[in-house]
């Protein structure tokens, strides 16, 4: 046995991916959101992936920046004292983030199957 493997430990990245793939795949087979989403999802991963993670990592800090109405500088303060806790602080956090932006996600998925265009 490798020494190395012993002590190696799994990427938490690829974990919270397939966590965040498999809990999004679990609201599709719900009926609460679109399989759209996971289907998109999936697409914005594997492009993420493609990129230089110092590429991928501005755009998506620019994004959330404005999504968010925060300047850029201050999301990188945010994400810095999010990066600076113990990684299962830090997974609770990400987890409490994804629900909230299911929650979002359901909401305008019922609202465009059960009202539509209300017009």
Do not use: C, I, K
Not at 18 to 44: I, M, P
Not at 90 to 110: C, K, P
């Amino acid at each position: 046995m490798d020494p190395s493997a012993e002590h190696s430990v799994p990427d938490q990245t690829d974990a919270f991916e397939t966590w965040l793939l498999q809990r999004v795949a679990h609201a599709v087979e719900a009926g609460e959101v679109s399989a759209d989403l996971l289907t998109d999802l999936q697409a914005e991963m594997a492009e993420a992936h493609g990129r230089p993670s110092e590429e991928w990592h501005t755009l998506a800090v620019q994004e959330l920046a404005e999504r968010f109405d925060l300047s850029v500088d201050r999301l990188t303060e945010l994400l810095a004292a999010l990066e600076a806790q113990l990684s299962v602080t830090r997974e609770a956090f990400l987890r409490r983030f994804v629900e909230a932006w299911l929650m979002q996600q359901r909401d305008a998925y019922e609202a465009n199957h059960n009202g539509g265009d209300n017009g």
